[in-house]
């Protein structure tokens, strides 16, 4: 990302905390915008928490939650979070937590996707994911569906950050132009859909797998856009 490129240029960031880290996604933009930095991720998934560590075997990856983050205070230059805040129970604290741990004149990234002012292919994303979430949330899974993008914006001030750049982060690929991928993500629905076979639900949720087989041939499947955020900690 250029902007947080730019941004960051010249500033001293010698240790990051990468909040609800999952597959480590998002380190490979933290490592190109902080090419030579000590990196900390955490998660509550032990499976992914693994994935990740297959990928980056030189990052600390710990089992921990956004709301309780066990390090001290100001222990961190920098604390991000990327695609996660839709997941917490608890936005409010774990951004709270996030202040808590970054060290005086450090900084909150926050890297979250949006729902609103979304194009046809990213409203197909949308349908995706919100399958899944809503799944999740039947299953007792805390899976919120996506935010507005000024949502986003005001639950990150009322924490009290203090936010320097915002910007929104659009990527134009279609994620099933591959041969094979549109039904990569069909099975990925169905493997969902039986999660709850013996719910009532599952009568509901079953057409909309066709539903989205017509969308994404129709328009295509675009990741939603992001809204990125830097935050300055007094």
Not at 8 to 29: M, N
Not at 184 to 211: A, G, S, T, V, W
Request: no cysteine.
């Amino acid at each position: 990302m250029e902007k947080l490129v730019n941004y960051f240029q010249g500033k001293k960031v010698k240790s990051i905390l990468d909040v609800g880290t999952g597959g480590g996604d998002f380190i490979a933009v933290l490592r190109e915008v902080f090419p030579e930095i000590q990196i900390t991720g955490v998660d509550p998934d032990t499976e992914s928490l693994q994935e990740a560590a297959k990928k980056y075997p030189d990052v600390s990856f710990i089992e921990m939650s956004a709301e309780k983050l066990d390090f001290a205070d100001n222990s961190y230059d920098v604390a991000s979070i990327s695609m996660a805040l839709h997941h917490l129970p608890d936005i409010r604290t774990a951004l709270k937590e996030m202040q808590r741990v970054v060290k005086p004149g450090g900084w909150i990234i926050v890297n979250e996707l949006f729902s609103d002012n979304q194009n046809q292919a990213q409203e197909v994303h949308k349908m995706f994911h919100h399958f899944r979430s809503k799944i999740d949330r039947l299953t007792g899974i805390n899976h919120n569906e996506t935010f507005e993008k000024e949502e986003i914006l005001k639950m990150i001030k009322q924490s009290g950050i203090q936010i320097q750049l915002s910007f929104e982060n659009n990527t134009e690929t279609n994620l099933i132009a591959g041969e094979g991928e549109l039904e990569n993500r069909i099975d990925k629905m169905k493997q969902h859909l039986e999660r709850i076979k013996d719910l009532p639900e599952y009568e509901i949720f079953e057409p909309q797998i066709e539903e989205f087989r017509e969308r994404a041939l129709k328009y295509g499947f675009q990741p939603a856009t992001r809204v990125v955020v830097v935050g300055k900690i007094e």
